[in-house]
């Protein structure tokens, strides 16, 4: 798995957006980049994924950079509900080892 | 609905007692797969399975045995459980790599 770094750590206030940014510098050309989040202790949930260009389905939009080393995951008008641990990776062969730990997103009112 | 549904939700043991944690997914997936979640070590992949009879180990394999004797289940065995197995784990499937977890199951060995 390519690895990745993301803050451990990132504020938001409820309606505006959130920025999630994730370094994947040795990422190679097939790896595809998954973001997933965590609320609580429940299960990860998937949120989205890209290759190489933007994606964006009703949870969130990814922008993935032309070189492909890092991407930034957008959650554009954050609510209560999105407090929660994002994980971004990177999975060599498609299904992930480890999900790394991720950034807490706290959203406030 | 789709689903994958682990069971127990929770479970209080001893040192020894063997315990089996079952995984079972409703969506016709291939791959199924277990992990463990540790405060601050992130979620890491314990086993496993790309197809019925077919599994592999992940990043922390010791201590533990899996078996896919059929496509919708995926059962975590810890045949003799020791107090670092105490942990939150999470059974997951994928058809397509995106993967779909359960609710998981929460383990406290004494």
């Known amino acids: 798995d390519a690895k990745t770094t993301q803050p451990p750590s990132m504020d938001c206030a409820e309606g505006r957006a959130a920025n999630l940014p994730c370094n994947h510098s040795t990422i190679s050309g097939n790896e595809y980049v998954y973001w997933y989040r965590q609320i609580h202790s429940q299960g990860p949930q998937y949120i989205i994924h890209?290759?190489?260009n933007n994606e964006t389905n009703e949870m969130a939009s990814l922008i993935i950079t032309e070189d492909r080393k890092s991407s930034t995951l957008i959650l554009p008008h954050a609510t209560l509900r999105d407090t929660a641990v994002y994980y971004c990776?990177?999975?060599?062969?498609?299904?992930?080892?480890?999900f790394g730990k991720g950034t807490s997103l706290l959203v406030t009112p | 609905e789709a689903q994958v549904t682990q069971n127990p939700r929770y479970l209080i043991t001893v040192t020894g007692k063997k315990l089996t944690v079952t995984c079972s997914q409703n969506?016709?997936?291939?791959?199924m797969s277990w992990y463990r979640q540790d405060p601050g070590l992130g979620l890491r992949q314990i086993y496993y399975?790309?197809?019925?009879?077919?599994?592999d180990k992940g990043d922390v394999p010791e201590g533990y045995k899996v078996s896919r004797k059929e496509k919708r289940n995926f059962p975590l065995i810890l045949e003799s459980p020791s107090p670092n197995q105490t942990s939150l784990y999470f059974c997951?499937?994928?058809?397509?790599?995106?993967?779909?977890f359960g609710d998981g199951t929460r383990l406290s060995i004494l």
């Open positions: 399975s790309m197809n019925v009879e077919v599994t």
């Open positions: 997951a499937s994928s058809s397509n790599r995106v993967l779909h």
């Open positions: 990776i990177a999975p060599a062969s498609g299904y992930a080892l480890n």
């Open positions: 969506m016709n997936h291939e791959y």
């Open positions: 890209g290759l190489k």
